[in-house]
């Protein structure tokens, strides 16, 4: 950290914490905080880079961003698999995406599953998956001709509200409200995905001069209610329905929304934020997060903060502290970021490379604020921003962060791991590790703490983090890579176990190695260990 950062950061601070007794410094490192990327798949944001792509070039380019992110000690994708009324995986409700194959309906050749393989390379890599549905935007132009005979458009017209340039599906008909829900429900049920994640598309942004015509079914359900509570109501609905369907089948699967950034200005309502935004979820979206919160449908909000720390109308200190202060503690808040907008925005405060370390820090300085999302992907691959991600890597992600467990599923896990084995191979830099099989808990990953040249181990420090290796096979027993120097003399390893809620298991601390050799034949060293 440079010097002139050092007080800036320290000026920066002393102004937080002397304007508001909300705010409290955290942690320069956290070791639970969700760090997490939104890979946009609609008209190619972010992957596949051209629907044309070869299967091969897709796997390879998602593959690339996977890796990126690790090296930079992320631990989230929010992948879109659904934008368009379409999908990325096999579904018996939508067909398949143009922006994957290139002509919508029709399948990838070779054939293979995008969801289900991405889902696979971003375990293996440590990451949780949150599956990123739009759920009532049903086309992206009015083009109907290049829609497959299997898109709701073509086969349910009676959904479908013309807005602007698009169509939407009507969130005022019950059917509707069914479908969506049923289409959600497929994903969770067939799928090992850790979230299904909402943006903040509910209603229509409103374009000037044009009315949303739902009027035929305002007639018909709106039960004496105005327009827009009625409109709320819809929404809140399918929400609540989402929620349970996912609960139902998959408790540890989260459900998360990223709504847009303001709930309600100041000026319409006292309970608002100090912003002057010209649109708001609550009065033009028709979406109540604070709704959402009371009554425990969702388990985290990601509201998107895509505004400079300063800026006028719509300043993100002033709405970072707002969303600190109207949470009730029982969802999880993270803030969305907009990576998208350094050194490319009329705002000129995104020239400064420390604009989004420096909204990272301010989000650490709230207790309840419990990490970040940034849109999108391709702005830190090929070295895109170097110059930012080098300041994250040194400082505010200079190590790796576990996700937070799931609200209101803090619990013991049963299981600890029991080492069996090791072994060292003289000619490789890993050694093996064969650990029993948890029994008692649904375990997802293990994970694997060294230090060097030290007789203890503090787990609670994440600067020993290692790895995250995923547990795949049911077997007695599993045998993982780890590097061979956390198990060598003067060195400390340890390992926990993370389940499926995120909850970590008491680590199991390697004391006494004792070694006896192999015959020549494979060079290898076993040992037996004495564990805590």
Not at 39 to 60: G, L
Not at 168 to 177: F, H, I, K, M, S
Not at 285 to 305: R, S
Request: a neutral charge; proline letters at 5%.
């Amino acid at each position: 950290m440079t010097q002139n950062f050092s007080v800036a950061v320290l000026s920066f601070f002393l102004t937080v914490l002397f304007s508001t007794t909300q705010a409290q410094v955290n942690l320069m490192h956290p070791k639970n905080e969700f760090r997490a990327v939104w890979i946009a798949t609609v008209v190619n944001i972010d992957w596949p880079k051209t629907s044309i792509d070869a299967v091969e070039k897709q796997k390879a380019d998602f593959i690339e961003i996977l890796e990126t992110y690790k090296k930079l000690n992320y631990n989230t994708v929010i992948v879109q698999i659904r934008s368009v009324g379409d999908a990325f995986y096999p579904s018996k409700y939508a067909p398949w995406s143009r922006y994957l194959t290139g002509k919508e309906g029709k399948a990838p050749d070779p054939y293979y599953d995008p969801l289900e393989w991405m889902i696979s390379e971003t375990h293996a890599r440590g990451f949780e998956f949150h599956a990123w549905f739009n759920p009532f935007r049903a086309t992206f132009d009015l083009k109907k001709e290049t829609l497959s005979q299997n898109h709701d458009m073509i086969k349910h017209p009676e959904w479908m509200i013309k807005y602007g340039e698009k169509y939407y599906y009507n969130p005022g008909l019950p059917e509707v409200q069914n479908h969506l829900v049923a289409v959600v429900d497929e994903v969770v049920k067939n799928y090992d995905i850790d979230a299904v994640h909402f943006d903040d598309y509910f209603y229509p942004y409103k374009i000037a001069g044009l009315e949303f015509n739902d009027t035929a079914s305002y007639k018909k359900y709106g039960n004496g209610l105005s327009l827009a509570d009625w409109r709320r109501q819809n929404v809140n609905n399918y929400v609540k329905c989402t929620n349970y369907a996912i609960k139902k089948l998959k408790p540890w699967v989260q459900f998360g929304i990223s709504p847009f950034g303001v709930w309600r200005n100041k000026s319409v309502d006292p309970r608002g934020s100090d912003t002057q935004s010209g649109q708001t979820n609550y009065d033009d979206l028709f979406a109540d997060p604070m709704a959402w919160m009371e009554f425990g449908w969702i388990d985290y909000l990601l509201p998107q903060l895509y505004w400079s720390i300063e800026h006028k109308t719509a300043s993100y200190s002033k709405l970072l502290k707002w969303w600190s202060e109207n949470t009730n503690g029982n969802t999880a808040i993270y803030i969305g970021n907009s990576t998208y907008k350094i050194n490319t925005d009329s705002d000129k405060k995104w020239t400064n490379p420390y604009e989004i370390p420096n909204q990272i820090d301010l989000n650490r300085s709230y207790p309840n604020i419990q990490g970040n999302g940034f849109f999108s992907a391709k702005w830190f691959l090929n070295n895109n921003n170097k110059a930012v991600t080098d300041i994250l890597i040194n400082n505010q992600y200079k190590y790796p962060a576990l996700p937070n467990v799931v609200p209101q599923s803090k619990m013991k896990v049963e299981d600890c791991p029991v080492v069996w084995e090791i072994n060292l191979d003289k000619e490789s830099e890993k050694g093996t590790i064969t650990i029993k099989y948890p029994e008692r808990s649904k375990i997802r990953y293990l994970l694997v703490y060294g230090a060097q040249n030290q007789n203890e181990i503090d787990t609670n420090n994440p600067k020993y983090i290692v790895d995250k290796i995923q547990l795949k096979d049911k077997k007695a027993a599993l045998t993982f890579d780890i590097p061979k120097c956390y198990l060598e003399k003067h060195n400390t390893c340890a390992v926990s176990f993370i389940d499926y809620y995120g909850n970590e298991s008491e680590a199991t601390v390697v004391k006494k190695v004792t070694t006896t050799r192999t015959p020549r034949t494979n060079h290898k060293i076993q040992t037996t260990l004495d564990n805590d």
